[in-house]
């Protein structure tokens, strides 16, 4: 891998960021010695639910069964754990059904049993299961207005955890008197594991007023019988120190920090200086990109902070609020906004995508920029500054052919952002 | 200055930085020979015109007259120069006959004559004299209402100089046939110099047509006066390469780059490492702060991309879309973001201010952030997020007592953002 092909170079990062946070690399570090009496069940929901459960079972000593669900596209060939397919990010009947079959088959477990619970970023959405007095209708109308608004992933998960049966240690109430271990690959800023895939087996420290300021706060319509569920507090979660939680654990198995000293690691083996800004970064995904854009500028004008060539990188979980008709996720408008902001810079590329390999709801991980994307979408008659009004970035890079398609990765570690200042 | 009181340290780095981009400190550098037969004339706008002007007949040697333009509580106390103050940076009735009287001064110079031209930021609003046709009423009500969009500085000077009987250049066309010489501090992101001020003595790219576009981006009301001029093409500007400015120069005698090297210089002397992140920052206050403090804790959890203790230092010009109905400039909005983001952490302070000692309309330069902000508000009764929402910056930091008020510094170079992470 070198730097004489500086889009080979980024593609290449990615994928190196991508599989150091693979379920195959980093789960089986993880696993604990298997009971000695009682069973072994795993349940787990997410993008790499299905991928971890197929890691384990070719480490694992013993007996295994269970359920995961996964979304469409994710499954892996596993041959004791059954494996669920369903909608993500709008839940789906399969999903409400898996959730509702995981929350039966903890039941009467005993005291000798083990439960490995695999869970990753997505499957808040996977394991949909409507707290009594809510539909899932209901649920869906709530939750695609926060998924538009411009809401961070923590405020989503909080209205979620609320009008769930399952979510917010609901799942891990369920399995007692068992002993749990949760293994989690992260996928929410500052990896805190009761808000990934909105913590089923977690104490949760927010309540139902907060969820009911959330919503109120983004202007979301709240349908009455969310409303009656939230102000009479029937949806409040276990809160942590809660001693039914005693004989549970958990462990984060991969980060986005993780994929980004992998990046690193293998920037520095070419020999380009890597520089990680934050593996956690938030915020409005177009401002973000230009102070991205105003820091490669500065390196690519006067060496600070930092001597070039050099590579920036970054992760986390930017925003977009949607006001336009475009397609693409976060990863495009950010692409699209530093584009705009770089201008055709010559000494500057970048990448951006989800590591999960799919950015928003389209087919692409993201994209890749390069100082002629500007020359190259003009010549095309392409205007990048109302595209990029339009949320329109997937629109805009595959016009150049510059989307980056991996198909799904089966891990989800959140953005993963490389910039590249020759 | 050391980092022993954090408070002290950073307001004495914003003090170097401020200091740094002076007119005393940097102008008698630039000055010229005077004319050996012509008269020498002095015009200028801008909040450090009168500081420059003043600066300028302590180091002159020959006669001076000439009339600058700066705002209201920037003068200073020349003997030769007329000093007029004006309304910033909503234009009014001063400001307008200022910009009348400079026209009037530069008519009938000779080719022997010299016309030095001090420019600054807050010149645009300062020299405000409409295109035929249009009313300062009208241009005013444009004016306010892009101010308040989230149109960059660039995008409302494009509008401004299409607008304007005196921007664009056009002030250097009626200099002619006299020799022209600009000097300018610069408050613009990247320091183009036809960007500063408008640009009234310097040739400018931009179209009416491309006003027309950022009037209708921001969905500005457009008197039909002003739509009128811009679609006829009557309010287009003299472009790059037009010959009737082959006797004009222009030179740049301060910039953000310089406030923040001064900053650095100090820091480092203190025994801190600093970090400039850019001189040229732009994007959503509020984003832009969450990007720093992404930074800024990856700094303090991982020691990357810098060891600490450090600062990180960055200037340009965020921008502010007004939802609510506080009191605030951007840096206020900035830092109150940033208190939010970082929620207490205990190893990080930070200062953000506005070099020309006014932070937006308010009477305080910005503020000042420490890791007890957070738990002071909570005591208080102050809702931060919610004052976010209402843009209420000011009122934040008012309440704790951490406004940074040093009154006009009489000179700009825009946003000054320091963050020390101990």
Redesign the interface.
Known sequence: MTIDSPRAFLTGLYQSAVAAVSAEKCLPAFLPQPPAHGRTLVIGAGKAAAAMAHTLEQHWQGHLSGLVVTRYGHAAPCRQIEVVEAAHPVPDAAGQEAAHRILQLVQGLSADDLVLCLISGGGSALLALPADGITLQQKQSVNKALLKSGASIAEMNCVRKHLSAIKGGRLGLACAPARVLTLLISDV?GDDPAVIASGPTLPDASTCEQALSILR?YAIAIPPAVEAHLASGRGETPKPGDPRFARQQHQIIASA?QALDAAAYAARAAGVAA??????????A???A???A??A??IAA?G???SRPCLLL?G?ETTVTVRGNGRGGRNAEFLLSLAL?LDGHPAIHALACDTDGIDGSEDNAGALYSPESASRAAALGLHPGRML?DNDGYGFFCALGDLLVSGPTRTNVNDFRAILIL
Chains 1, 2 share one sequence.
Do not use: T, W, Y
């Open positions: 800023p706060k920090q520089h990680i800004l934050s593996d956690s970064m938030e915020g409005e177009r401002d973000v230009l102070v991205h105003a820091i500028r500065q006067r600070q902070p930092f970054s986390g902001a009004d």
